[in-house]
C-alpha cells in the first residue's frame, strides 16, 4: 500500500458524525495541510482549493479516526508478536488513527529513554501515530515507583503496569500522590492475583461444566474498590483499565457521584461477547479478565449508554500459535482486536444496543479527552485523522487476511456488517480498501 500525497481532499455528500459536537448529518469535510478546515453542509467542489481530490462518499459514514487506549505491541523485545509497522497496518486497516502503546515489554518502558526509543521507532515504522503509556513501577514489578515527572515529559501519556495489578496499596497511594501533581493519569488493571489464584475462566456454572478454574467477579470489583478509596485520599485521576461486571459498575458509580476523577473502559470482546462463546474450549477467547456471563455484558452495554463506562479499547493482545494451541488452562490469555474494534462496535449499532454517536464517542472523543491528545473531533482546526466506513458491506473474518503478525482473533469466521474504507492520517491517506 502507498502513501498518498497531501493535496487538499474533500469529503462531499458524506454522513458526517462527530460526537465531540453531537453531530450527525449530511455534509462535506475539507481536509488541507493536515488540518480539518470545514465540516459541515454544502462545502462543494466549487469552494476548495485548486487541486483538491474529491472524493464522493455517498452512503458512507465520516467520522474521527479512533483511538485505541490499550494496545499490546511487542516492540521492544517481542517483534515475533507484533511490530510498530504490522500493528499499525492492522490499526489503519480497522480505523484507528492512534494507538495507546502499553509497558509490558522487554524491557519494559519505565525510562525516559525507552520511552524515546517507542517514539522514534514509531516514528519511523508506524503509518498511524502511536503513543506510549510508561510503567507505574520500576520493571512493573509493583514495588518501586517509576519517575513519572520524567517520563512524562518524555511523551508517556499515561501510566500502568500493563496487565499487572499492584498489590501493594502504599505504593499505590505514593503513585496516584506523585501523579496529582504532574496531572497525570493512572490506569489500572484491577485483578487480585491472589483471588483469581489458578482460575482461567469466568467462575460460575459453565466453568464448572468444562471443568475449568474460575475467576470470580469480587477480584476485580474488591482491587477497583481499593483504588477508588486511594483516589479518594490522594484527589489522583484514576483510570480502570477494563471493567466486566454489575460489581464493579456499583463501584464506579459511586465514585463519579462522589467526585472522583475515575474514569473506566470496557473491551470490545466484553460488549459483544459473552463467556458461552468460548464454545469447546476455543483458546483465542481466553482473555484477562475473562469473559462473563449475558447478564453481565448486559450491564457493562447499559452503563455504556449511561456514560458510567467512558472508553471502548481493543484490548489487543497477539499470541502466537505456541502459546495458543494448547489446553484451554495452558493457553496465554488475549486476543488482537485493533482491526476489529470499530466493526465489532457496530454491531451494537446494527443490533440496536447503543447508537452510533456513543459507540464513536467512546472509542475517539472520550480517549482523547482522558490523555490530553488533539483528536477524536471533526471541529475545523482539528488534526485531520479520520475514517470513511461503508456501514452496511457484508464480509466475513478471514484471519489470514488480517494485518496483525499474530491471528488469534475471537472473530474467526464472523459475520459482520460494515467496513472502513478509508483511513486519513495527517492529512494523508494510509488505507484505502480495494
Request: aromatic content about 4%; charged content about 25%.
Amino acid at each position: 500500500m502507498m502513501l498518498s500525497d497531501r493535496r487538499p481532499i474533500l469529503l462531499a455528500n458524506a454522513r458526517v458524525v462527530d460526537p465531540s459536537r453531537n453531530l450527525d448529518s449530511i455534509g462535506d469535510v475539507l481536509i488541507a495541510d493536515g488540518v480539518i478546515r470545514e465540516a459541515k453542509k454544502g462545502i462543494g467542489a466549487a469552494g476548495v482549493p485548486e487541486g483538491t481530490d474529491v472524493i464522493d462518499c455517498r452512503g458512507k459514514m465520516v467520522a474521527p479516526g479512533l483511538i485505541d487506549m490499550r494496545a499490546f505491541i511487542g516492540e521492544p523485545g517481542a517483534g515475533y508478536r507484533e511490530t510498530f509497522a504490522s500493528a499499525s497496518q492492522a490499526a489503519a486497516a480497522g480505523g484507528v488513527t492512534t494507538i495507546i502503546c502499553q509497558p509490558d515489554t522487554s524491557p519494559a518502558i519505565d525510562d525516559p529513554a525507552t520511552v524515546d526509543y517507542v517514539m522514534r521507532r514509531a516514528r519511523d515504522t508506524a503509518i498511524v501515530h502511536v503513543h506510549p503509556m510508561a510503567a507505574l513501577t520500576k520493571g512493573l514489578e509493583g514495588k518501586e515507583m517509576t519517575e513519572i515527572g520524567l517520563l512524562k515529559a518524555a511523551g508517556a501519556v499515561a501510566f500502568t503496569d500493563g496487565a499487572k495489578s499492584i498489590t501493594n496499596a502504599q505504593v499505590m497511594r505514593r503513585a496516584l500522590t506523585y501523579a496529582r501533581d504532574f496531572d497525570a493519569l493512572i490506569v489500572h488493571h484491577t485483578e487480585d492475583p491472589d483471588l483469581n489464584g489458578d482460575g482461567v475462566m469466568n467462575e460460575g456454572e459453565f466453568a464448572a461444566r468444562l471443568g475449568l478454574l474460575g475467576i470470580p467477579k469480587a477480584a476485580e470489583a474488591i482491587m477497583l474498590e481499593r483504588d477508588v478509596h486511594l483516589v479518594g485520599l490522594t484527589s489522583g485521576r484514576y483510570h480502570a483499565a477494563s471493567v466486566t461486571c454489575p460489581e464493579s459498575l456499583g463501584v464506579l458509580r459511586r465514585a463519579k457521584d462522589a467526585g472522583l476523577a475515575v474514569t473506566a473502559s470496557a473491551s470490545i470482546n466484553h460488549l459483544t461477547l459473552n463467556e458461552n462463546d468460548i464454545g469447546p474450549y476455543r483458546t483465542f477467547l481466553k482473555l484477562s479478565p475473562p469473559l462473563r456471563d449475558e447478564r453481565d455484558r448486559g450491564a457493562l452495554i447499559e452503563a455504556l449508554r449511561a456514560g458510567l463506562v467512558d472508553v471502548i479499547m481493543s484490548d489487543h493482545n497477539p499470541q502466537d500459535v505456541e502459546t495458543k494451541r494448547l489446553p484451554f488452562a495452558e493457553a496465554a490469555p488475549g486476543a488482537i482486536g485493533i482491526e476489529t474494534m470499530l466493526i465489532a462496535g457496530l454491531r451494537l449499532v446494527h443490533n440496536g444496543e447503543i447508537d452510533l454517536l456513543t459507540l464513536l464517542r467512546a472509542t475517539s472523543t472520550r480517549p482523547a479527552e482522558l490523555l490530553g491528545l488533539p483528536g477524536g473531533t471533526l471541529r475545523a482546526g482539528a488534526p485531520a485523522d479520520l475514517i470513511v466506513v461503508d456501514m452496511d458491506l457484508p464480509w466475513v473474518v478471514d484471519p489470514t487476511e488480517l494485518k496483525s503478525k499474530c491471528k488469534n482473533t475471537p472473530f474467526d469466521e464472523a459475520r459482520m456488517q460494515g467496513r472502513v474504507v478509508r483511513t486519513i492520517v495527517a492529512g494523508r491517506t494510509v488505507y484505502e480498501m480495494v
